[in-house]
């Protein structure tokens, strides 16, 4: 199922763009099965559509972070049923932490990019990787929230760094029910980790600064939303420790 680029029509996607939010809008615990059908159905014809509907997708959940985990049980439906296309490769994709970011299938067997092909799941974390930075940058505004800077904040009736901080944490729990389809394996949630809680290999490793309350309270969030996914298997356990021994070396 592995399809050639194809020429972009504005209107086509336009209309692709209206039909996906319509749908995404619409999909809760209660209609997901129809709704799902109904994504499935989307007529995506270049790699370009997939990476359109996979950034909704990811936004939706951002931002109605109370059916989170409905949004990533989608993305590991579509995943499974979206074409792959064929991609050009970039010089300058997925850099930085982004490379560093493992992926497996829905199935749970383990997926490798060639760099020429791309399937839905990699459209969703090509996303979310450059929004990990984005959020989580050491020169941020999320790295000098603290809880002086937030009673200041709330003083003042900063909306935009309340916004912010909904979006982070959002994007965390994200992140954990991403894990919870298969879409993210241990070793990327323990990378997000270590780097939410400025940790090393180990929990003694952590940097003696410490992480900014901002992202102690996203790392939490990440834990709890994978959490019940963690305790299955012997490895997620020790994850699940390792995140907990961070969060109690915090200062």
């Known amino acids: 199922r592995v399809r050639p680029p194809a020429p972009v029509v504005v209107a086509e996607v336009l209309d692709l763009r209206r039909e996906a939010l319509s749908l995404l809008n619409k999909i809760s615990p209660d209609n997901e099965a129809a709704i799902l059908a109904?994504?499935?159905a989307l007529p995506l014809e270049t790699v370009e559509d997939l990476r359109l509907v996979a950034g909704l997708t990811v936004e939706k959940a951002i931002n109605d972070p109370f059916f989170s985990q409905v949004y990533a049980r989608a993305i590991g439906q579509l995943s499974l049923r979206y074409p792959v296309f064929q991609v050009t490769p970039s010089a300058d994709a997925a850099g930085g932490f982004g490379q560093d970011?493992?992926?497996?299938?829905?199935?749970?067997?383990?997926?490798?990019?060639?760099?020429?092909?791309?399937?839905?799941?990699?459209?969703?974390l090509e996303r979310c990787c450059p929004l990990f930075e984005e959020l989580f940058a050491e020169s941020g505004a999320l790295a000098a929230w603290d809880g002086e800077a937030a009673g200041a904040a709330e003083d003042q009736g900063d909306n935009d760094m309340h916004r912010l901080?909904?979006?982070?944490?959002?994007?965390a729990r994200l992140l954990g029910?991403?894990?919870?389809?298969?879409?993210?394996?241990?070793?990327a949630l323990r990378r997000f980790i270590s780097r939410l809680l400025r940790c090393g290999q180990g929990a003694t490793e952590q940097s003696p600064a410490g992480p900014?309350?901002?992202?102690?309270?996203?790392?939490?969030?990440?834990?709890?939303?994978?959490?019940?996914?963690?305790?299955?298997?012997?490895?997620?356990?020790g994850l699940l420790m390792y995140a907990i021994d961070c969060l109690e070396r915090c200062p």
């Open 165 to 171: 901080r909904q979006r982070s944490r959002a994007y």
């Open 38 to 40: 109904r994504l499935e």
């Open 177 to 187: 029910h991403l894990f919870s389809a298969q879409l993210l394996t241990c070793d």
């Open 212 to 237: 900014p309350q901002a992202w102690v309270e996203c790392a939490c969030e990440l834990v709890q939303s994978a959490g019940k996914s963690l305790t299955s298997t012997p490895f997620g356990k």
């Open 101 to 124: 970011i493992g992926r497996t299938w829905s199935g749970g067997a383990p997926f490798e990019a060639s760099g020429a092909y791309m399937s839905f799941a990699e459209a969703v």
